[in-house]
């Protein structure tokens, strides 16, 4: 099949989370397209961008979409009903490490693929999020589905027709009006894009669609957090490779490692030890000479990241292995 990588980025200063994608997707999928809608980019990374004819910069707006709540309006274009393109939308925190089309060639081209939620977050699985939009429910998955990658084709289109509706519904435009720093205060149906699309892959309109979700730890790593990647997970890394998708979730490295954001306290120090240690940030060094721009966070090296390391032997998995344990073992007592 003919692939497509699909980014979208608005947010200003962001440019640097586009330039790791591009270039992973560039080093690991040389020549294959990749759409990029970035409105008003700055000048300097449209002429970044010259050296990277695989990419097609798009300034226009999208019609209808909000922000963030672009994937849908962003993919329904690259799929053409007599064609079986596939096309892949992945987050502009994202990194790949190898081709990642091996992983969708023995799946039909009926079969949505998408990336699982962190499992340390809250009110987990579809069947909340069907019936928060008051759609009847054809099925429940008991883990959410996270939308930072996701593999569709034409068979997608009634799917992301009815996401897109939803996004531009009133009830959810208004609840993108809730600060960040509030949102679960809301309904987990409101969150996000993401727990739109789990609301509808539970719905019975779409309970005969294939749903392959990408494995956690083994084929996309969520990264950052000293609970999402599990004990369990770190250890059975021990024995595979980097996963072939590379997350920076929730808080991201360039700006929580960045000299001048330094943020006082313990608990900013150990959020930037986390990313100290993170398998994105180790993957992300190989690309330093080709952004095209400064990046002293990715010399941030403290005393205790340094041994956390040189324990971890250089593998992937290990390097935060202990953290991990430690605030494992403090919330199962804290719960005891």
Known sequence: MKTI?????DRRGAEIGLKLA????AEH????????????????????????????LVTEPLPGANDWNCKPHALLPLLPEDDETQAVWIDSDIMVTRDPRPLFASVSPQTLILAQEAITQT?????????GWELPVGREFPRTFNSCVIRTTRHHHRLLQRWRELLEDPRYIAACEVPVADIEKMPPHLWCDQDVLNALIGAAEFADMP????????????????????????LRGLFLPVPTFLHAIAGKPWVLLSPANRQPGRYAA???????????????????????????????HTPL????????LGNW?????PITVAVTVARKLKMA
């Open 305 to 312: 990241g340094t041994a956390l390391r040189i324990a971890g």
């Open 211 to 234: 749903v392959r979700p990408l494995a956690h730890a083994r084929e996309l790593l969520h990264t950052g957090g000293a609970l999402g990647f599990t004990v369990g997970e770190r």
């Open 5 to 9: 990588f699909c980014l979208a980025e």
């Open 123 to 131: 009110h987990q699985g579809t069947g909340i999020r069907t019936r």
């Open 22 to 25: 591009i270039l992973s997707l």
């Open 29 to 56: 999928c040389p020549g294959v397209p990749v759409v990029l809608h970035r409105p008003d980019p700055i000048p300097s990374f449209v002429e970044w961008l010259k050296a990277h004819p695989q990419v097609r």
């Open 317 to 321: 998995a290990l390097r935060g292995l």
């Open 270 to 300: 150990f959020r930037r030890l986390q990313q100290e240690l993170s398998p994105f940030v180790a993957h992300a060094r190989r690309y330093r000479d080709q952004v095209g721009e400064p990046t002293p966070w990715f010399d941030e």
